[in-house]
């Protein structure tokens, strides 16, 4: 059974830095693309960064710059440094996978960044 466990987030004054990670567990077939999203208070849940099987990696407009996405091919595992953190990155951020043959996809339980003044 394929399982997403994110670790990290937390609470950070603005400014600070905090970093998420996602392990995919019990995964059937090699694993396409890795991505997180978000979903802030009152708003629709947002693509926040993608990375691919050939580290192409693609990021909102609000984040450029400051979050960095990458992956462990061998630990199954996709991370998220998010440095100089905004008030407006306060969010449930979710880690999400699929895979190259398999027309499956899977995310995580969600884990809460709280960034404050």
């Known amino acids: 059974q394929v399982q997403l466990v994110e670790s990290g987030g937390g609470l950070a004054h603005a400014g600070e830095s905090l970093s998420l990670s996602c392990e995919a567990t019990g995964i059937p077939s090699a694993i396409g693309l890795m991505a997180w999203y978000r979903r802030a208070p009152g708003k629709q849940r947002e693509l926040v960064a993608h990375?691919?099987?050939?580290?192409?990696?693609k990021y909102a407009d609000s984040v450029k710059g400051r979050f960095t996405i990458s992956r462990d091919k061998a630990k199954n595992t996709v991370y998220l440094q998010m440095d100089n953190l905004k008030l407006e990155d306060t969010a449930i951020y979710y880690c999400y996978i699929n895979f190259r043959i398999q027309p499956e996809e899977y995310w995580g339980q969600g884990t809460q960044v709280a960034v404050s003044l």
């Open positions: 990375i691919t099987t050939s580290y192409y990696t």
